[in-house]
């Protein structure tokens, strides 16, 4: 099993900045792609970045330019950097995982338990 811990989710203003950091641990040789969903109220979860283990990154076509996924493979934990925020933006930002062999294009097989981000006009 793997775990996924977030922290650095909160409240901005339109055009601000947040990153948002994730840690993985367990069985942390069993997953490959890292990344990043969320979910706007009365919305369907969204991916919005992910990141293999050798970097190779992909992103939802709304945060392309604004938003950058990054790891640290030594340390267990991929971040998502996240800039000219707008309030379309604001959702509860999820960490994933995905197992070896397993792509983005499916569904990931780990969940942290959520972070909010909340981008005020």
């Known amino acids: 099993q793997v775990q996924l811990v977030e922290s650095g989710g909160g409240l901005v203003q339109a055009g601000g900045s947040l990153r948002l950091s994730c840690a993985a641990s367990?069985?942390?040789?069993?997953?490959?792609?890292m990344g990043w969903y969320r979910q706007a109220p009365g919305k369907q979860r969204e991916l919005v970045a992910a990141?293999?283990?050798?970097?190779?990154?992909n992103y939802a076509d709304s945060v392309k330019g604004r938003f950058a996924t990054s790891r640290v493979n030594a340390k267990n934990t991929v971040y998502l950097q996240m800039n000219s925020l707008k309030p379309e933006d604001t959702a509860v930002y999820y960490c994933?995982?995905?197992?070896?062999?397993?792509?983005?294009?499916?569904?990931?097989?780990?969940w942290g338990q959520g972070t909010q981000v909340t981008v005020s006009s």
């Open positions: 990141i293999t283990r050798a970097g190779t990154t």
């Open positions: 994933t995982a995905w197992g070896l062999g397993r792509s983005s294009a499916s569904g990931p097989d780990y």
């Open positions: 367990g069985n942390i040789f069993s997953i490959n792609t």
